[in-house]
């Protein structure tokens, strides 16, 4: 199986986190927001602005780096939604992908409205609001992990993908 890569622009992203604030506003209010670092906290702070919700809590929870996929570790747990179990909190991440963070997330607060911009199949059950469905063989390209480059038509890609 071959890896799609989707490019997300910075106006992209902005108009599907608004979109997302359009999907929640009316399952508020909240009594404040989970970031989930890092991924999660560019459309936390879209979002938050659309719905005026200002108590933001961060969860930062290691899952893999660029070479290998581990164990979740949670290294920074939210502490204030922490007391409610999640009662009245929204989760914000950019992407669910297989569910290993979503799980841990679920875990930690099981009362709380878990969104997310994007979903693959694989981790879509774990999340309650989401935007866009990708394949779960899509790589997305966030605008802060990349920078604008030549990239060569799809036609040559695939021709000498094919042996052409």
Known sequence: ???RYYTV???QLHRDAKALAWRLVDKGPYAGMVAITRGGLIPC?????ELECRLIETVSIVTYDEEKRGEPSVVK???AALESRGEGWLIIDDLVDTGTTAKVI????PKAHFATVYAKPA???Q???FITEVSQDTWILFPWDTEPQFVAPIAKSHASS???
């Open 45 to 49: 702070a879209i979002i938050s602005r």
């Open 77 to 79: 747990p939210p502490a």
């Open 123 to 125: 981790g879509k059950p």
């Open 9 to 11: 622009t910075w106006d």
């Open 1 to 3: 199986m071959a890896i």
């Open 162 to 164: 094919n042996g052409g």
């Open 106 to 109: 679920r875990a930690l607060l």
């Open 127 to 129: 999340v309650d609001t």
